[in-house]
């Protein structure tokens, strides 16, 4: 429990930094409802994906992705 609150506070400042440099993080809609939670989960600034957001910043040139 211990090293996976330490985790997520570790991914939490990951993904922060990552926005704060203006990077674009998107939450897959499906994944966010089946995790059980809810767009007032989320941190500031990370956008729930569409059709058009995602595939926009896919094809956008020089768009580097991660995922797991």
Avoid: H, Q
Wanted: charged share 25%.
């Amino acid at each position: 429990s211990v090293w996976l609150e330490f985790r997520r506070v570790l991914f939490r400042s990951e993904l922060m930094d990552i926005i704060s440099k203006g990077g674009l993080v998107i939450i897959c809609p499906s994944c966010l409802k089946n995790a059980g939670y809810t767009e007032a989960d989320l941190l500031p600034g990370i956008k729930i994906g569409s059709p058009k957001l995602t595939g926009d910043a896919l094809f956008k040139d020089g768009t580097k992705t991660m995922s797991w």
